[in-house]
């Protein structure tokens, strides 16, 4: 007789050991075909499972895929995605010098932001994770109004109340980043609900990590985006690791993410998430699917979180330090640059320069943005703030409890 | 004025606010097609159609999440929550989402959601059909929570919170929506025909949200108390033929605690009734508010009479509800009257 064994999810190497990502499910470039927008969610279970990819690996776009692009599109993105990775670097660098309390860096995944938000239009509102910031530079936010959210200073725009990089823009439409996990997902459908009830044609779009798929906000979301017919695109970002969780433990073994919406009845599609040809292709397709009035789609982008979960993180403790060079999906960055060196628009030297050229504009936001104070030094947003906006008015006991704290902190500190 | 329940009184609401505000929507389990499990939607869909009176899937999370982002693309959704005890799975998105995009977007970002609840016990609905967690919201900076006894104010509140920039949870203490309920099982039901405050108008009318009501002038001692016991409260009184002065709050957040203190510092006794259960309930903020405010007026010490600090069991309903015989007991206490 036997009995039931615990399965418990492998994770396929540890420090010390060799990477090994022998796990992941590849395609080559090209390989799959591409149906029409407006096809039946049945028809996309394969691309669920397989993966979309339209880059090979001598920088070639390949297949039916290619959203053809002209150059000068490509080079923005290149630019976008440079952009990422060097204001990334340089804001890792600050938090490192005790300027700023926390950060969070998206090495490694620039393309699944930069192309997404160049494939949607300006209208499309977008629900960023906290590891989206490619999102808000491809939407050309202010670096400077980004660096002062960091800063906690007299200008962040959220008046000192969260956390670094949890930011947002009305006007660029990007919603503001909550730090719990999936909560932005059925937010997202209830808002491309409404604007279907409006009669509207804008669309949204949301992200979150394969780990949080786990949480039941993801399949509420999924669900009624099916039941609904809502126009958004819903983006899990596998990054293959949620902090020192693998994506095992979020039920990715054997098993695609994008598998769960035709699942559950809507598209699925799973993208090569190094590759910014294939994730603007696919964000274009399931756009188009959602402007048609044909509902939902679940696009998986298949990436690897390069870097740490965040400044608190150290992963050299749970995974293998060399990991990211054994990735078969390379980096997102090498691979746009490549492709237009392999057409024949794009040079090591134009790429040096634009390096240095976004260097120096990283650099000068940041001398700016320090001028507006920081979370030590300088000017200093007024503690009264903290009692606004709690309501619409500030009630009688908020507005006693300002009047208190203005007291003590007419006669001394408040600590 | 028209003779309404408070089933009435809450659809003709909705009714009212979907004819003026082509923003407000209605979204819940059973609301649609059905009415609702209480009635309180009936009719709603099919005179404002599917697309603004929408039935939704068994998901309150899901639910409260959708109608955020309806709030935050411009509409006004109303979403029902079938019983309160079913609440919690929305709770995150209430508490982590709901009561702080204002706050943590500096106003960028907002939702004006109310979401109505049943809540409250005496119609032997176990503990899975009884519960009065409104002390678990109004412990939470950032919504408002309300609390209607009878079918003037629920309509008023409600086009209240359907109107407020802020999001509002608005408990609807469903053995009142038939009719008044003075915590004995064994009379036969009343019904709001014939009550003061079950003549409603038919139009527009709104009832501010961070008012509390007199429900009766006195001078003996203060009850405060809110939904059904506010009927309990008052048979109580008359029970004992005290002179109570018996204060409904109607509103926990925003608290109007000046009409609260001005009736305790007037009378030197304050009981304080609540169905929920006592310990850390919102009897303990009023308890602790009133004290500070009321210290050297007070004749005696404050009392409570809530629930028993246990789930809401079944088949002790009338051993577990505080009834009238409770509140009795603590007027008495609390004038030093001998039993």
New interface residues.
């Given amino acids: 007789m036997t009995t039931p064994k615990l399965h418990v999810p492998a994770v396929p190497a540890r420090p010390g050991e060799a990477p090994d990502f022998s796990y992941l499910r590849l395609a080559a470039a090209g390989e799959l075909a591409r149906p029409e927008p407006t096809v039946a969610v049945n028809e996309t279970a394969q691309l669920a499972e397989s993966l979309i990819r339209v880059l090979d690996d001598d920088g070639v776009a390949r297949g039916p895929w290619d959203p053809k692009l002209d150059v000068a599109t490509l080079k923005q993105g290149l630019r976008y995605m440079l952009l990422t990775r060097i204001y990334d670097e340089r804001m890792q660098r600050t938090q490192r010098q005790g300027r700023i309390t926390f950060y969070v860096r998206s090495y490694g995944e620039e393309a699944v932001s930069v192309a997404a938000a160049m494939a949607l239009s300006s209208n499309d ?1 977008l629900f960023p994770s906290y590891r989206n910031q490619g999102l808000f530079l491809a939407r050309e936010v202010s670096l400077k109004d980004l660096m002062c959210q960091l800063l906690s200073n007299t200008r962040d ?3 000192g ?2 956390l670094p990089v ?1 930011y ?3 006007e660029r439409r990007l ?2 980043i ?1 730090g ?1 996990l999936a ?1 932005q ?11 279907a ?2 009669g509207e044609s804008d669309i ?1 779009a949301a992200w979150i990590g394969e780990g949080s798929t786990a949480a ?2 993801f ?3 999924l ?2 985006a099916k ?2 017919r809502a126009p958004v695109i819903l983006n899990v970002v596998n990054n293959q690791w949620a902090i020192s969780t693998f994506q095992g433990y979020a039920g990715g073994e054997q098993r695609s993410f994008a598998a769960r919406g035709p699942g559950v009845g809507v598209a699925g599609l799973r993208v090569d998430g190094n590759d910014f040809l294939a994730v603007y292709a696919a964000t274009q397709w399931a756009a188009s699917r959602a402007r048609a009035g044909l509902g939902a789609t679940l696009i998986e982008t298949v990436t690897y979180r390069a870097g740490a979960h965040s400044t608190s993180d150290d992963p050299s403790r749970y995974r293998p330090r060399e990991e990211f060079g054994s990735w078969p999906l390379g980096d997102p960055l090498e691979r746009l640059k490549n492709h237009l060196i392999a057409l024949g628009a794009w040079s090591d030297s134009e790429h040096t320069q634009l390096s240095e050229e976004l260097e120096r504009l990283v650099a000068d936001a940041w001398k700016e943005a320090m001028t507006h104070g920081t979370l030590t030094e300088g000017e200093k947003l007024d503690p009264a703030l903290m009692f606004s ?4 008015e500030i ?3 908020l507005q006693q409890q300002r009047a208190e704290l203005a007291l003590l902190l007419q006669t001394e500190d408040a600590r | 004025m028209t003779a309404m329940n408070m089933v009435q009184a809450l659809n003709s609401a909705m009714d009212v606010m979907l004819e003026r505000d082509r923003r407000v ?1 209605v979204l819940g389990e059973d609301v649609g097609y059905f009415g609702g499990v209480f009635r309180v939607t009936d009719g709603l869909q099919k005179k404002y159609g599917a ?2 009176v ?1 039935d ?2 068994i ?1 309150e ?2 639910i409260v ?11 006004r959704p109303v979403a029902e929550i079938q019983f309160a005890d079913y609440i919690y ?1 929305a709770y ?2 209430i508490v ?2 709901l009561a702080r ?10 939702a004006p959601l109310t979401i109505r609840t049943p809540c409250g016990g005496g119609i032997r609905g176990g503990q899975t059909h009884s519960q009065s967690p409104e002390s678990v919201f109004a412990h939470v ?2 919504i ?1 929570t309300v609390m209607p006894s009878n079918p003037y104010d629920a309509k008023g509140l409600l086009i209240a919170a359907i109107e407020d ?2 999001p509002v949870i608005f408990f609807e203490p469903k053995r009142l929506y038939n009719g008044p309920f003075d915590g004995d099982p064994d009379k036969p039901a009343e019904s709001w025909a014939g009550h003061p405050l079950g003549e409603v108008p038919e139009g527009y009318y709104s009832v501010p949200i ?1 008012k509390a009501a007199i429900a009766r002038e006195g001078s003996a001692l203060s009850i405060v108390t809110y939904g059904t016991m506010v009927h309990v409260c008052l048979a109580a009184a008359a029970a004992e033929g005290v002179d109570a002065e018996i204060i409904d709050v109607r509103s926990m ?3 109007d ?1 000046d009409t609260l203190a001005a009736s305790v510092e007037k009378t030197g006794r304050c009981l304080i009734a609540h169905e929920a259960t006592r310990f850390a309930g919102f009897g303990a903020e009023l308890s602790a508010s009133l004290q500070e405010r009321c210290f050297w007026s007070l004749e005696a010490p404050i009392m409570r009479v809530a629930g028993w600090d246990t789930p809401y069991p079944h088949a002790f309903e009338w051993q577990y509800f505080p009834g009238k015989k409770r509140v009795q007991q603590a007027i008495r206490q609390l004038l030093n009257i001998e039993a």
Avoid at chain 1, 389 to 392: F, G, I, T
Avoid at chain 2, 101 to 110: D, E, K, N, Q, V
């Fill in positions: 509102m725009m959220c008046l109340r969260q949890m947002h823009s009305t919603f503001t909550s719990n909560t997902f059925p937010q997202a459908v209830g808002w491309a609900m409404a604007a009830i409006k949204a039941a906000d399949h509420h979301a669900l009624f039941v609904y906006d709690v309501y619409r009630p009688p006991h | 929507v697309h603004r929408l939704t899937p998901a999370g899901g999440g959708a109608a955020i982002g309806m709030g935050v693309n411009g509409l799975p995150d998105q982590s989402e995009l204002r706050y943590r977007s500096a106003a960028a970002f907002t900076s950032g408002k920039d802020d961070g957040m925003p608290l605690i």
